[in-house]
């Protein structure tokens, strides 16, 4: 069991789940993979340990995603306000999992700075604030639903680790280990797999609703992306860009672009990818690198952003060509250092 979760850590969140019956579960902004699938394994753990549990993010998350079990029962800020705000007043206990600052909440950021409840969080993203009264923080995890099954162990909740829970936590370990292709993917990693398919998991339904569920405007958008938005910039460094009009002539979908910067990343040579996306009120980018260019310090660095040391994402209130002027400025300055 990774030391993350040593007993003092344990013997601190089991004291505060023991006097805890309703909690709530969050997570980041955009949820991806691993962000539902940390916080819906989680929240059926505690469904069986008798608890009241409720599921917020901050906005709506991708249609690939939306069959897992207890999808239904997620309640989205962005469209329920008051009924997140009630249930956070409410609550004894709230889980931050895969986030560690408050401000990758987006607004539900304003009710969890208010909060008075005890947090725990979970989370393998680099620094993390000191808000929560328990941290299990571990950067050499490969995603935060690895972590949840760790944790689940270390409770002695193996019991309760059945095929809806390890659905949950397969699909987390999946979509944020690039299906199992990251440096942080470990052996501890495919022993998890192992042991949750012995348990009912079914491994290949899982990565065909992620995978293969794929409507024809986003494949249409991904080729246009690719042809069309696809620029190389000293030799190592690749950019995708994509303005709103664009976004809305696809029929823009929230997920309809993950993965994408990974396609830019891909090709030979290429040590750094960009992808940039125009929002409604800032724009987005992600970071991709292989090897030693560490985009966890450069997102931090020039766009308020952070994540892993080969994976991160940033924002900023420039508008969409300012910051493809600036990117395109500090990459081309980049050549020696991607040059390895």
Request: aromatic share 8%; glycine share 6%; charged share 20%.
């Amino acid at each position: 069991m990774d030391s993350v979760f040593n007993p003092t850590r344990m013997q601190a969140a089991r004291a505060l789940l023991n006097k805890s019956s309703d909690i709530v579960i969050t997570t980041h902004k955009s949820p991806d993979g691993d962000a539902m699938g940390s916080s819906l394994a989680l929240h059926h753990f505690l469904i069986r340990l008798g608890k009241r549990s409720t599921v917020i993010v901050p906005d709506e998350f991708p249609s690939f995603l939306q069959w897992l079990p207890g999808h239904g029962e997620v309640r989205v800020h962005q469209k329920e306000a008051k009924v997140c705000a009630d249930a956070i007043r409410n609550c004894d206990l709230i889980f931050s999992l895969d986030y560690n600052h408050l401000s990758r909440t987006d607004e539900l950021r304003t009710l969890l700075e208010k909060a008075t409840q005890p947090f725990i969080l979970i989370d393998h993203h680099q620094q993390p604030d000191s808000f929560p009264e328990v941290s299990f923080s571990d950067i050499s995890a490969c995603s935060t639903a690895e972590m949840i099954y760790d944790f689940i162990q270390a409770l002695g909740g193996q019991q309760h680790l059945d095929a809806t829970v390890g659905t949950c936590i397969y699909t987390g370990i999946m979509t944020d280990s690039g299906s199992f292709r990251f440096p942080s993917v470990s052996a501890h990693t495919h022993m998890i797999v192992a042991d949750l398919i012995e348990r009912g998991v079914e491994h290949s339904f899982i990565h065909r609703q992620v995978y293969d569920t794929n409507l024809l405007s986003r494949l249409q958008l991904v080729g246009y992306a690719l042809s069309e938005r696809l620029e190389m910039l000293n030799k190592r460094a690749a950019m995708i860009s994509l303005d709103a009009a664009t976004l809305r002539r696809f029929n823009h979908q929230p997920g309809d672009t993950e993965g994408l910067v990974n396609h830019a990343l891909s090709i030979r040579d290429v040590n750094l990818a960009v992808f940039v996306r125009e929002g409604a009120n800032e724009v987005k980018l992600s970071f991709r690198s292989k090897g030693a260019f560490d985009v966890n310090a450069f997102a931090r660095k020039h766009f308020k952003g952070g994540g892993h040391a080969n994976a991160a994402g940033g924002s900023s209130n420039e508008s969409f060509s300012e910051v493809l002027s600036r990117l395109r400025e500090i990459l081309n300055s980049l050549e020696h250092e991607l040059n390895y």
